[in-house]
């Protein structure tokens, strides 16, 4: 019970710092003078594609919450307060208004599905452990990064980096260790160790 509300929280902390990068970057990209042409679909299928891990992530962190309380109007009000964060945040892009207003949408619809349809569940897990892997990467790189005496100027920016990768690599790890006891519980149930039988 303990582990799943941990893995939640942390959840939900590594997608939100991430979210912020990644809106960072795109804010520091609206000031460069040069764009590459796209059509208007291109600009939807990558801006949902690049949005759906994140919210997942998010919602997978919501719907540990809502498993623990055993609420699940906690996992719909937090999805709709995501919904309404990507949009504050959209609305600075110069993104085309369509895709303004569809992309939020596309990528929460995606998100809900696992929590919806419990026989893909699973990419929750998947998710979190994806993450978990890019926060070793960014940990790897910051260490790197200080032992060549480098650092940030922008305190904000190192924060959000930081929390990313220790709250994701957690929630990875903590999202591994369910499967590793259930495959440990179905060996010992083959070799009759926990039926009492043995």
Known sequence: MVPTLVRGILRIVAASSGLLLIFAV????EGMTTRLPTT???ELLVSVVCMVPWILLFCS????LAQIAKRQWLFWVGSALVLVLVYYFDRN?????MNKAAVPILACIFAILPHTFRRVAF???V????FGLCGMLVLVYLIQ????????TNRPIATLVFSFAISSIAAGVLSIRPRVHDS???????RGVDTGTA
């Open 26 to 29: 795109i804010y520091a990209m």
């Open 184 to 190: 440990r519980g179905d060996d010992l149930i083959t």
């Open 61 to 64: 962190g919501l719907h540990d």
């Open 127 to 130: 998710v979190s452990v994806m």
């Open 123 to 125: 990419l929750y897990s």
């Open 40 to 42: 208007s679909f291109r």
């Open 145 to 152: 990064m200080y032992f060549r005496g480098g650092s940030y």
């Open 93 to 97: 892009t110069s993104f085309q208004e």
